[in-house]
């Protein structure tokens, strides 16, 4: 059971160099969301999407743009990078379905940027 | 606004003793609360979450927490920690915004809690 599957699990960038972290659920689920976590701030989130081809913006969207083509994927883009976001990036996803509010996480990207 | 505020960046106990992490949210509406822990290098793992049933909820590993609503707490605790306990735990408020439903996690900045023997 994959569940949520981030990839890569880490990267080093250069400042102004551009990657796309990709996040890819196999549970059917409508709801994602990208967070990423920083010490003493807890997560953040960056964009969330309700369905395919939705998207929309978080607590802290600049620097970020995000892509729902797939139901099964939300690609997380970054056009040029700045040190502000070396970060541990999180993927999530849930059902609007459950009842219960599961988010099931993945195991996150660790991102530097130099 | 809506926030939660976790009080104590970070928390030591002896093993065997009571544990208890805080948590206070601020909401306009009823929230969904839930408690997550991370390992080192893990992503988050749910240990218990509040919908509006039972206002006492008992988790995995033996946790449990309250939901208090005249004092706005969702606290954790544990009677007796284990070594194997140590981790960051984090306290999530979910609210109902514009789509619909309640789908934007909100999350504190998170407890580190050690354990030493």
């Known amino acids: 059971n994959a569940g949520v599957t981030q990839t890569p699990k880490f990267r080093v960038l250069k400042t102004g160099q551009s990657m796309t972290l990709l996040c890819a659920q196999d549970m059917n689920h409508e709801y994602m969301y990208w967070y990423r976590q920083d010490p003493g701030m807890g997560l953040r989130l960056i964009h969330y999407?309700?369905?395919?081809?939705?998207?929309a913006k978080g607590e802290v969207p600049d620097g970020y743009n995000v892509s729902r083509l797939k139901k099964q994927n939300f690609l997380l883009g970054l056009e040029s990078a700045a040190p502000s976001q070396t970060s541990v990036y999180f993927c999530?996803?849930?059902?609007?379905?459950?009842?219960?509010?599961?988010?099931?996480f993945g195991s996150g990207t660790r991102l530097t940027v130099v | 606004a809506q926030s939660v505020t976790q009080l104590g960046s970070h928390v030591s106990v002896s093993e065997g003793a009571l544990v208890l992490l805080r948590c206070n949210y601020s909401?306009?509406?009823?929230?969904?609360l839930f408690w997550y822990v991370q390992y080192p290098n893990q992503g988050l793992q749910l240990l218990l979450k509040y919908t509006s049933a039972a206002t006492l909820v008992k988790g995995i590993n033996g946790f449990e927490a309250e939901f208090k609503k005249s004092e706005t707490s969702f606290h954790l605790t544990k009677p007796s920690a284990h070594m194997s306990d140590a981790a960051e735990y984090f306290c999530a408020v979910t609210f109902k915004i514009g789509f619909g439903g309640y789908n934007k996690l909100i999350f504190g900045a998170g407890t580190r809690l050690a354990v030493h023997p």
């Open positions: 999530a996803s849930r059902t609007p379905s459950d009842r219960d509010y599961g988010y099931t």
């Open positions: 909401s306009s509406v009823p929230p969904y």
């Open positions: 999407s309700v369905g395919e081809g939705t998207t």
